[in-house]
């Protein structure tokens, strides 16, 4: 393994969109939502794990999860999760991630994954990131992935690519999360791929960057290289969070910066942000309903969600189409499965109540 090679996990999310199994007490980075005995944050670091060392590990996470990413990932040392002490977007997060990542390695090359990402095709994950850490070691570009599009998807953020290809082609433009008619327009082109969030870059490749098109979050991380791994890190670390604006790392370098390059690939991957997208992934049966519990009944059902967590509890559905169900030991979610815009909106109307969300 190249000692240089680092792998930041941003863990930081509250990820209220899988409202109730998900709760800000315990995020769904830190849950089983697939129902295969592991976590979001555990199949992230085992994706990197054949090839960066353990030791090579970061996590970004919010001062309230450090405990949970240390159990989950018991490798890890304490120093290796940095805390953010308020959600400020991906911009300052990985500056923070960067600039002390730099004290260390100066020849540091870092990829950078968000903690809640499905993949399924991992032998093709680890040989396209082992090949892009390789060309960001080399070259003074920043590296961002992308994803051969399946369906013209409203949900993600889509990559013009000047040639998909290439093994790393120029990126022509980054365009925001399109509506159905200007999704599927991009498909018919071919030249658009999505945006997956992973990027892979070296700490100066990026920290240069970052001083050219976000100076102010730059210059008062690079003002903090006296604290970075000493015992007084944290104290100073939150007085420039709390300065800092909120701005993603797309939005405030990537759309700006003129050294962008992307590399294409297909190795299953979702960014499971929402139960609609976690249906679409999730194996079902033959009535096309994904049924995770230990005692669900399903007669004359159809393109049902059921999740039931309490193992005791029989679950019985008759007559149900296009629902999704979600029973935790507090809460009840019954509502339509394929309107994703309602679901949003009865999770942001349960959570701003505070109403099973703890």
């Known amino acids: 393994m190249n000692n240089h090679f680092y792998c930041v996990i941003m863990a930081g999310g509250i990820g209220s969109r899988f409202w ?39 996590v970004v996470t919010g001062k309230a999860y450090k405990e ?7 490798a890890l040392k304490e120093e290796q999760v940095w805390l953010e002490p308020e959600r400020r977007n991906t911009a300052p997060c990985l500056a923070y991630a960067a600039y002390k990542l730099r004290q260390k390695d ?43 599009p399946t369906f013209p998807s409203t949900g993600y953020g889509y990559i013009e690519v000047g040639d998909k290809h290439a093994a790393f082609s120029r990126v022509l433009s980054f365009k925001e999360k399109p509506d159905y008619d200007r999704a599927k327009s991009f498909l018919e082109h071919g030249g658009y791929v999505w945006n997956s969030g992973m990027f892979v870059w070296s700490v100066n490749t990026i920290i240069s960057e970052m001083t050219a098109w976000l100076p102010n979050i730059a210059d008062a991380f690079a003002e903090l290289a006296g ?40 190795f299953g991957w979702s960014d499971l942000g929402t139960w609609t997208s976690l249906y679409e992934q999730s194996g079902k049966d033959e009535a096309e309903n994904v049924l995770s519990g230990e005692q669900i009944i399903a007669n004359d059902t159809r393109n049902c969600f059921v999740k039931e967590l309490n193992p005791d509890k029989l679950v019985v559905a008759d007559g149900l189409e296009d629902l999704l169900i979600v029973d935790t030991k507090d809460v009840l979610l019954i ?21 099973g969300f703890k």
């Open 20 to 58: 109730p199994l998900s709760r800000e007490s315990k995020p769904k980075q830190f849950v089983d939502i697939l129902g295969i005995g592991k976590t979001f944050i555990q199949l992230t670091y085992e994706r990197f794990s054949s090839f960066i060392s353990p030791e090579n590990f970061m």
């Open 68 to 74: 949970q990413v240390l159990e989950q990932l018991p």
């Open 106 to 148: 100066p020849d540091a090359v870092m990829v950078v994954t968000p903690a809640d990402h499905l993949i399924i095709d991992t032998a093709t994950f680890s040989r396209v990131m082992q090949q892009s850490l390789a060309y960001a070691a080399g070259q003074d570009r920043l590296v961002t992935i992308g994803i051969t």
């Open 227 to 266: 604290n970075y791994w000493m015992p007084g890190e944290q104290s100073a670390v939150d007085k420039v969070y709390a300065a800092s604006r909120s701005i993603s790392i797309d939005f405030g370098v990537m759309e700006k910066s003129h050294k962008v390059d992307v590399t294409c690939a297909d």
């Open 335 to 355: 509502c339509p499965r394929t309107d994703e815009g309602r679901v949003k909106q009865i999770i942001e109307g349960a959570v701003s109540l505070k109403k």
